[in-house]
């Protein structure tokens, strides 16, 4: 069923819920809506009520300025009011990092799964490269270069110059562009991009941080430590699976965690 709610600053949360049982609310990283989880949510939909949301920015959401980290953590708020007040809650990439806060600010959330926070303690470029590229983005999203900020963003992620250029020509590159502005919103969730163990020292639920055996060396050792930082915490490893976890593999392993 697709809805919406109003947040606390009065913005428009467009969400989508299907399947009964316990609420499930699933969080999109960067470049992404909440459509992206959709196959996640359906995977689900046997044993939660699985709700994907478009954040900020994004979608069928609205945008209310000035944006802060705290507003999209009244979004989220708002999104579990709607689920009936309480729920366990996923999020991947820079998703789980806003999971994170949310979970830190006191929401009403049972459960945290994250997928690869990309955290950059243990990158190769590490903190100076997270900062060149927020200086870069913040740059060309104020000069109204959408095109040049998605592409800060895939080179950060580390897709070869020519990958990037068929994206560029493709049909696709032109709704990245209309959600390149929410590329500023994840960086602030991201902060520094290093792990911030005084927050999730603060996280007080339990939390299940996953990783897949294929990615990059770095992620996995970020998401250890995430699981490391929480009081009650724990690290797997997903075989064979990288960022773009597959919603199969990746269903079992978060309903056996929110169905404890």
């Not at 999209?72 to 999020?91: F, K, P, T």
């Not at 459960?111 to 983005?137: C, H, I, K, M, W």
């Not at 998401?223 to 929480?230: F, M, N």
């Given at each position: 069923m697709d809805t919406n709610t109003i947040s606390r600053d009065g913005t428009h949360i467009a969400y989508q819920r299907t399947?009964?049982?316990?609420?499930?609310?699933?969080?999109?990283?960067?470049?992404?809506?909440?459509?992206?989880?959709?196959p996640l949510a359906a995977?689900?939909?046997?044993?939660?009520?699985?709700?994907?949301?478009?954040?900020?920015?994004?979608?069928?959401?609205?945008?209310t300025q000035p944006y802060a980290v705290a507003r999209e953590v009244e979004d989220l708020g708002a999104v579990i009011e709607a689920a009936g007040g309480e729920a366990a809650?996923?999020?991947?990439?820079?998703?789980?990092?806003?999971?994170f806060h949310a979970a830190a600010s006191g929401l009403p959330v049972r459960q945290v799964a994250v997928y690869?926070?990309?955290?950059?303690?243990?990158?190769p470029g590490g903190?100076?490269?997270?900062?060149?590229y927020t200086a870069n983005l913040g740059e060309a999203l104020a000069q109204g270069r959408r095109g040049d900020a998605v592409e800060l963003f895939l080179r950060l992620t580390g897709l070869a110059p020519g990958i990037i250029a068929t994206a560029r020509e493709s049909s696709m590159w032109p709704g990245m562009e209309a959600i390149a502005p929410a590329l500023a919103y994840d960086d602030a969730v991201m902060g520094d991009g290093l792990v911030p163990r005084r927050l999730?020292?603060?996280?007080?639920?339990?939390?299940?941080?996953?990783?897949?055996?294929?990615?990059?060396?770095?992620?996995?050792?970020?998401?250890?430590?995430?699981?490391?930082?929480?009081?009650?915490?724990?690290?797997?490893?997903?075989?064979?699976?990288?960022?773009?976890?597959?919603?199969?593999?990746?269903?079992?392993?978060?309903?056996?965690?929110?169905?404890?």
């Amino acid at each position: 069923m697709d809805t919406n709610t109003i947040s606390r600053d009065g913005t428009h949360i467009a969400y989508q819920r299907t399947g009964e049982g316990p609420a499930v609310v699933l969080v999109s990283g960067a470049m992404s809506t909440g459509a992206t989880l959709a196959p996640l949510a359906a995977a689900l939909s046997d044993r939660f009520t699985a709700i994907v949301y478009d954040r900020r920015g994004r979608g069928a959401s609205g945008d209310t300025q000035p944006y802060a980290v705290a507003r999209e953590v009244e979004d989220l708020g708002a999104v579990i009011e709607a689920a009936g007040g309480e729920a366990a809650v996923y999020g991947v990439s820079s998703g789980g990092a806003l999971v994170f806060h949310a979970a830190a600010s006191g929401l009403p959330v049972r459960q945290v799964a994250v997928y690869e926070p990309p955290f950059a303690d243990y990158s190769p470029g590490g903190e100076p490269e997270r900062a060149e590229y927020t200086a870069n983005l913040g740059e060309a999203l104020a000069q109204g270069r959408r095109g040049d900020a998605v592409e800060l963003f895939l080179r950060l992620t580390g897709l070869a110059p020519g990958i990037i250029a068929t994206a560029r020509e493709s049909s696709m590159w032109p709704g990245m562009e209309a959600i390149a502005p929410a590329l500023a919103y994840d960086d602030a969730v991201m902060g520094d991009g290093l792990v911030p163990r005084r927050l999730l020292a603060s996280v007080t639920v339990p939390v299940l941080a996953l990783a897949g055996g294929a990615s990059p060396r770095w992620l996995r050792q970020a998401a250890e430590a995430a699981a490391q930082a929480v009081p009650q915490g724990v690290y797997r490893t997903l075989e064979d699976q990288t960022h773009a976890v597959e919603p199969e593999v990746l269903a079992p392993v978060l309903a056996e965690f929110f169905g404890r």
